[in-house]
Structures are given as structure tokens and as C-alpha cells.
């Protein structure tokens, strides 16, 4: 969907871009603001007249704009869920082809089958957000669209990453209950990917407890199983070069003169193969090498 030629900085006559009279992260304003922040009306007219500002109802899409962003605006919408996830640098596990929106419960309108629109009843934040829907809104969409180990991930990542507390999230669950509490019991902020927070939840949902981001042989350990089993997770955005794969290794192999069992499983193995993974896991505890140093 066009939406002007945003493949280029706009600057106007003052020397300024445009992305400079707003401070909406995401890229989108209003005459209003645009006019409180000094620019005046015929500037804004001849921006859209370029096709350099592009009017959605009353709404600008500027040219900083993610194309999701933009989209969800001409629909009348804002951008939700785990799109909106996505775009705030959250762990998702898998987006979809089909981008995510909110409107209001009561909106009218039709939208198109390619499209996932979340009717928002009751929202649990207020706030006026252009185009993107707050962050608590994001993760009530979360909670109750997605399976419950992948919200888990998205509310671990939310935490981690400093957008929302564990504190606020259960004062949350306390007011809305359902699904929203029911990831919000299982959420812990520690992780660093959601492939950590991913296996966390599988195996305490067999009875194993782990710890999160212990502090071993130098380095942080993905889960530490008991005392003595390291699980190791290789996510795909920080195992990618082949230095990153060599420091992995050499600290597994310091684990292991140590005395630690280690199980190093890359990304297809948690997302794809768990069964097979969670099997090795579960007879390596068996064996009870999480309660005494591996004789290798």
C-alpha cells in the first residue's frame, strides 16, 4: 500500500526533518501537534500535497513510519499484539503472515481476512497511543491470542527489557485475572531470549524447577538444572558467526572440566524437535546428573 515517497529523509524549509516536530516513536502525528511543535498550516498542506506526510482520518503517518505502522493507520487501527511486540524489539516467536491490529470494541467497520483484528473491550491502558498500541494493551493482546508459552516469552522479554515490571504485571493479573494472570504467573524477567524462557516453562510444566542466568566458570548459563546441568540455548540472532559459536564451546568445555553435565540446544531443536530434546533432558535427571559432578 503506497503511502507517499518515505524512502527518503523530508526536510523542510527550516533545515529540520520533519521526524524532528514529533515525538511519537512509531512515526505517526496529528495537525496539532505538528502546528504546537511550530509548524504552521500551509507547510503541513504542502507536505501532504507532496505526498510527503500521507492524512489518514485524523492522523499523519510520517516518513519515519514502519509500513505496519502505516497500514494499521489507513485501516483506522493500531498496530497490536505481537506486531506490536515485534516492532517495540520484544521477543516474538513466530509473528505470522496476518499483522495484528486493536480498534475499539464498539468500531463498526470491516476489515480485511488478511488481517487480525483484536476488539478491545476493556483495555488496561487508556493512554493515547498513535498507531501502536500501548505496552500494556500489547501484552493483554498477547495473553489472550497466544498459546501460553509464547505469551510467557513476549512478557519475559517485556520485563527484561525494562518496558514493564514484574511488580506492575502482577498488579495487573491481580485487577484482570483469566489468561492475562494466567502468563503473568509463569512470567520471569531473567531470561535473555524466549528460546530460555521456552524451555523454562515446558519442564516445570514436568515438574522441573531451573534457574535462570546463573553466573558460572566466568560466564552466565542459560537455565541451571540443580546444582550440576547446564542447558544452553542457541538462539539465532546472537550464535550466528563462527567467534560467538568458538566462546560457547570453550565455555562449555570449562563447564564440563568442572565437573558440569551440558546440553546445548539450537534454536530448531527447542522450536521444532522439543519432544526429542525434552526426552534427553529428562533421562540425563534420571541418571541424577543434576545432583553430582559428570565423571567426563
Given at each position: 500500500?503506497?503511502?507517499?515517497?518515505?524512502?527518503?529523509?523530508?526536510?523542510?524549509?527550516?533545515?529540520?526533518?520533519?521526524?524532528?516536530?514529533?515525538?511519537d516513536?512509531?512515526?505517526?502525528?496529528?495537525?496539532?501537534?505538528?502546528?504546537?511543535?511550530?509548524?504552521?498550516e500551509?507547510?503541513?498542506?504542502?507536505l501532504?500535497?507532496?505526498?510527503?506526510?500521507?492524512?489518514?482520518?485524523?492522523?499523519?503517518?510520517?516518513?519515519?513510519?514502519?509500513?505496519?505502522?502505516?497500514?494499521?493507520?489507513?485501516?483506522?487501527?493500531?498496530?497490536?499484539?505481537?506486531?506490536?511486540?515485534?516492532?517495540?524489539?520484544?521477543?516474538?516467536?513466530?509473528?505470522?503472515?496476518?499483522?495484528?491490529?486493536s480498534?475499539?470494541?464498539?468500531?463498526?467497520?470491516?476489515?480485511?481476512?488478511?488481517v487480525?483484528?483484536?476488539?478491545?473491550?476493556?483495555?488496561?491502558?487508556?493512554?493515547?497511543?498513535?498507531?501502536?498500541?500501548?505496552?500494556?494493551?500489547?501484552?493483554?493482546?498477547?495473553?489472550?491470542?497466544?498459546?501460553?508459552?509464547?505469551?510467557?516469552?513476549?512478557?519475559?522479554?517485556?520485563v527484561?527489557?525494562?518496558?514493564?515490571?514484574?511488580?506492575?504485571?502482577?498488579?495487573?493479573?491481580?485487577?484482570?485475572?483469566?489468561?492475562?494472570?494466567?502468563?503473568?504467573?509463569?512470567?520471569?524477567?531473567?531470561?535473555?531470549?524466549?528460546?530460555?524462557?521456552?524451555?523454562?516453562?515446558?519442564?516445570?510444566?514436568?515438574?522441573?524447577d531451573?534457574?535462570?542466568?546463573?553466573?558460572?566458570?566466568?560466564?552466565?548459563?542459560?537455565?541451571?538444572?540443580?546444582?550440576?546441568?547446564?542447558?544452553?540455548?542457541?538462539?539465532?540472532?546472537?550464535?550466528?558467526?563462527?567467534?560467538?559459536?568458538?566462546?560457547?564451546?570453550?565455555?562449555?568445555r570449562?563447564?564440563?572440566?568442572?565437573?558440569?553435565?551440558?546440553?546445548?540446544?539450537?534454536?530448531?531443536?527447542?522450536?521444532?524437535?522439543?519432544?526429542?530434546?525434552?526426552?534427553?533432558?529428562?533421562?540425563?535427571?534420571?541418571?541424577?546428573?543434576?545432583?553430582?559432578?559428570?565423571?567426563?
Amino acid at each position: 500500500m503506497p503511502f507517499g515517497p518515505f524512502g527518503r529523509t523530508v526536510v523542510h524549509s527550516t533545515g529540520m526533518s520533519i521526524t524532528s516536530f514529533t515525538t511519537d516513536p512509531f512515526g505517526v502525528t496529528t495537525r496539532a501537534r505538528l502546528r504546537a511543535a511550530g509548524l504552521g498550516e500551509r507547510a503541513i498542506r504542502a507536505l501532504v500535497d507532496r505526498g510527503e506526510l500521507a492524512p489518514h482520518r485524523n492522523l499523519l503517518v510520517t516518513p519515519s513510519a514502519d509500513p505496519k505502522v502505516a497500514h494499521a493507520v489507513a485501516l483506522g487501527a493500531k498496530v497490536a499484539c505481537v506486531s506490536a511486540a515485534r516492532l517495540r524489539g520484544l521477543w516474538v516467536a513466530d509473528e505470522g503472515l496476518a499483522p495484528h491490529v486493536s480498534v475499539a470494541a464498539n468500531t463498526p467497520r470491516r476489515f480485511p481476512d488478511d488481517v487480525r483484528v483484536h476488539w478491545t473491550a476493556r483495555p488496561l491502558d487508556r493512554a493515547d497511543r498513535l498507531g501502536v498500541e500501548s505496552g500494556r494493551n500489547m501484552l493483554l493482546h498477547v495473553a489472550q491470542c497466544q498459546p501460553t508459552e509464547l505469551a510467557v516469552c513476549v512478557f519475559d522479554s517485556a520485563v527484561n527489557k525494562r518496558l514493564i515490571t514484574i511488580e506492575e504485571l502482577r498488579r495487573l493479573a491481580a485487577v484482570r485475572g483469566g489468561r492475562f494472570a494466567a502468563v503473568v504467573r509463569l512470567a520471569d524477567g531473567r531470561a535473555d531470549s524466549g528460546l530460555e524462557s521456552l524451555m523454562r516453562v515446558r519442564l516445570q510444566a514436568q515438574g522441573v524447577d531451573s534457574r535462570l542466568q546463573v553466573k558460572i566458570a566466568g560466564h552466565r548459563v542459560d537455565l541451571l538444572i540443580g546444582d550440576w546441568l547446564v542447558l544452553q540455548a542457541d538462539g539465532w540472532q546472537f550464535h550466528q558467526t563462527s567467534r560467538q559459536r568458538d566462546e560457547d564451546l570453550a565455555h562449555d568445555r570449562r563447564l564440563v572440566q568442572r565437573g558440569y553435565t551440558v546440553l546445548r540446544y539450537p534454536y530448531s531443536a527447542i522450536m521444532g524437535g522439543w519432544g526429542r530434546a525434552e526426552a534427553e533432558i529428562l533421562a540425563q535427571l534420571a541418571a541424577g546428573a543434576d545432583s553430582r559432578p559428570s565423571r567426563h
